[in-house]
Every structure is written in C-alpha cells, then in structure tokens.
C-alpha cells in the first residue's frame, strides 16, 4: 500500500521516441507534482495540478504534457525525446498547492535516453 | 536562480556526534522551511519543518533552527546514527507554493 507510486521505475529509450509515466497517490490529496532531479542533483518542479486543474507549469518544453484524469493520478507524457530529458522524475502529492503542507514523494523514474 | 542554497555538498560525521546543517536562502517572503531526507533509488521524505515565527523546532533527534536576520536555518541531527546517512534537502515554497530545493548535502555517519 505505497502512498505515491510511479511507473516505470527505469525506462531506457531511444531518442526520439515517445514515452509515459504514470504515478497514482492513494493519500487522498488534492495536490500532485512532477519534479526533475537533474546530473547536478537539483529538484525543480516541473508541474503542478490541484483537484487535476493545472496550476504551477514551469518553463518545461512543451514536449512534456502532464495528463491528470481525476486527482489521485497525474501522468507525464514525453514526445520527441532528447538526450538532454535523462534524468530522474520524481511524482509527489500534498494536501494542498499554498507549499506548506509535506510532499511525499513517489521513489522515482529513471529515464535514460541513448 | 539559487535562492535556496545549502553550500556544503557533503558532510562526515561520527556515530554519535551531532551532525549539523546548514542552508541560507535569499528570498526574505519565504516564511516557512522543509528538511527532506532521502535515500539513494527512493524519492525524499519530509523531516522537520519550521514557520517564519519560531526560531526552532524539535522533534526527537532532529531539530531545526532559523535566523531570519541572517537568512539562514540549520539541522542538527543529536545524535547522529548510522541510518541517517543520506541526502538532506532544505526547501521553501514561495507565495505560489512552488517549493525551492537546495543541492543537498550528503550525509555519512561513520561507525
């Protein structure tokens, strides 16, 4: 009973390709995000939905479109992928948008993109 | 633009002994702070947080202390043991809830 998983948890693809990652919470928050850790290890938010309306969307290409068919699930949809996406995606969820409340946080995806 | 920043990448530090973090931040509306901890192949979890209108909070092991004049918060782990080797991020969200991430710093308890 994971409170925020995300699938897969390794995805090796070529570039170019299209890819999915899903991520489902059963916390029963409102709140769900999409975060970047890059090479250097920073986390940057990527997109966040609150009730699956679009509410924080950083300046990401627009290759990346997040998908959130009801508010326990938030999907990462990536088209054309580049070298430059390998990285590590980690989906969160928390009570609510204002920041205040935890995050918690799915284990990860590793994307590698050859 | 870093307005989050914990300058120590990495941190030894004896089974034990008090280990001790820090983090400075440069956005003066940032009124309230997370430490994550996270191990390798998982995502962070949340520690310990603290409002602009404490200058500490403790919970067992860990407490966590803000300067607002100088801008800056610690963690201090008392005492240090082997688990809690690991990431630790500081974080802040800013008005929109967007949550700012330091680097981290690596933490290594050695036996």
């Known amino acids: 009973d994971t409170a925020v998983s995300q699938t897969p948890k390794y995805l090796v693809t070529q570039m170019g390709n299209d890819k999915s990652i899903k991520c489902e919470q059963n916390l029963g928050h409102d709140t769900m995000y999409w975060y970047k850790q890059d090479s250097k290890k920073f986390l940057k938010i990527m997109f966040s939905y609150n009730n699956k309306e679009l509410i924080i969307n950083e300046t990401v290409p627009n290759r990346f479109s997040p998908k959130s068919p009801d508010k326990a699930h938030l999907n990462l949809h990536i088209n054309s992928l580049e070298l430059g996406d390998s990285a590590v995606y980690f989906c969160a969820s928390s009570q609510d948008w204002q920041g205040s409340s935890p995050l918690h946080f799915g284990n990860g995806t590793r994307l590698t993109v050859t | 633009d870093q307005q989050v920043k914990q300058n120590s990448p990495s941190l030894s530090v004896q089974e034990g002994r008090i280990s001790i973090l820090n983090c400075d931040y440069t956005?003066?509306?940032?009124?309230?702070f997370l430490w994550y901890k996270k191990y390798p192949a998982e995502g962070p979890t949340f520690l310990i947080s603290?409002?602009?209108?404490?200058d500490k909070n403790e919970d067992g092991r860990f407490t966590v202390f803000l300067n607002k004049s100088a801008k800056h918060l610690s963690l201090h782990i008392v005492p240090s043991q082997p688990g809690d080797s690991a990431v630790y991020f500081c974080?802040?969200?800013?008005?929109?809830?967007?949550?700012?991430f330091g680097a981290g710093t690596q933490v290594v308890v050695t036996p």
């Open positions: 974080a802040a969200p800013n008005s929109w809830g967007k949550l700012q």
């Open positions: 603290i409002s602009s209108i404490k």
């Open positions: 956005n003066s509306m940032f009124d309230y």
